[in-house]
């Protein structure tokens, strides 16, 4: 192999990576957002937990009074 192929291999090498740079970047952006595994936009959560309000049978009912 003469000294200019090996230039023109190079050169060709090196060529191939700069062109294929913008792929790489699309490439890498789209496995990233396919396998990183970020949350999706979820339902809200109703938290069962919060007993601060009154059940049903206590609250004020102004057509049954249960007292009179």
Do not use: C, N, W
Not at 31 to 56: E, M, Y
Request: no cysteine; proline share 4%; aromatic share 8%.
């Amino acid at each position: 192999m003469t000294l200019a192929e090996i230039v023109l291999v190079v050169a060709g090498v090196v060529g191939i990576y700069f062109v294929l740079r913008p792929v790489q970047r699309r490439l890498e952006r789209y496995l990233v957002r396919k396998f990183a595994g970020h949350p999706r936009k979820h339902l809200p959560t109703i938290d069962i937990t919060d007993f601060t309000s009154r059940r049903s049978h206590q609250k004020e009912d102004d057509t049954h009074d249960i007292d009179s």
